[in-house]
């Protein structure tokens, strides 16, 4: 069952959240549009078009169904509007190494370091509209990379929330559907320490480097990518032990171009 809280704010406003694990006690505060008054937007792209493009960085809550939650809106990147889904940085005491249950529920802080949690990133890309999903790399020397797949789905639990992605393009390496040492990750389903659904002998989860396993991913057999090895970020030749990257996101808003995976080049969409 998800997480839910009860938000006072000074107009007595009530709002039941149900990723409030998600904030600290701090974060309430900065949620930007805590006192709207005439419902919450679909998504931080709904926010940036009302806005007129002026809408600043931060916390908002949006509306996924009969459900409110809070995310990051990153309003500067690519043309911005995006809705944050995974924030890590190298090193992070944020232990990613969880269970189906957290992953499926979200974990760490929305303003900082964070998993928002494969449900509510299957309930964001299954709307009408298509979703792309943007991933932003920056190694240690501060270097930027970027990439974007459209369109972008994650399905429900019982498929165990599989990915499913579009064409790509972007400056960092396409380390999710290029085909690299049978490591596709395409079409995968996710799997945690507890709950083993990749293509290898071992749970590619638990597999641990330098005493740090790999974390909950999409892997295959197993990974030409992972963004939730808190030790060692992963992203084909961009972020490696040899090339390590400090920060990395993942982030999603709606596919300008398409309906919901119309007229993809990949058939499994």
């Known amino acids: 069952m998800l997480l839910k809280c009860t938000i006072l ?19 309430y505060a900065d949620i930007i549009n805590i006192e709207q008054e005439d419902g919450f937007p679909n998504d ?66 929305v303003n900082g370091d964070h998993w928002l949690g494969n449900e509510f990133m299957h309930r964001l890309t299954s709307k009408p509209r298509a979703y792309k999903l ?50 596709i990750h395409d079409n995968q389903k996710f799997t945690t320490k507890d709950s083993d659904n990749d293509n290898y002998f071992q749970n590619c989860a638990k597999i641990e480097l330098n005493g740090i396993s790999g974390g909950g991913w999409w892997y295959n057999a197993c990974a030409g990518a992972n963004l939730n090895r808190r030790n060692i970020l992963y992203w084909q030749n961009d972020c490696t032990k040899e090339n390590l990257c400090k920060y990395a996101w993942m982030m999603v808003k709606p596919n300008k171009k398409r309906d919901k995976c119309s007229n993809s080049s990949h058939d499994e969409l």
């Open 134 to 183: 943007g991933i932003k790399l920056i190694d240690i020397n501060g270097e930027m990379k970027w990439g974007e797949y459209e369109p972008f789905l994650i399905e429900h639990e019982k498929a165990k929330y599989k990915i499913r992605l579009g064409l790509y393009q972007g400056t960092a390496a396409d380390a999710l559907t290029q085909n690299t040492e049978a490591y």
């Open 44 to 109: 931080c792209y709904d926010i940036f078009q009302q806005s007129e493009g002026k809408a600043k960085d931060g916390l908002y809550i949006i509306q996924l169904m009969k459900d409110l939650i809070v995310v990051y809106c990153d309003m500067h990147s690519a043309e911005g509007g995006w809705t944050v889904v995974q924030h890590i940085t190298a090193n992070t005491s944020l232990d990613f190494d969880r269970t189906w249950e957290d992953y499926k529920q979200g974990f760490g802080l």
């Open 9 to 27: 704010t000074s107009t007595e406003l009530s709002i039941e959240l149900k990723n409030a694990q998600l904030l600290s006690s701090k974060d």
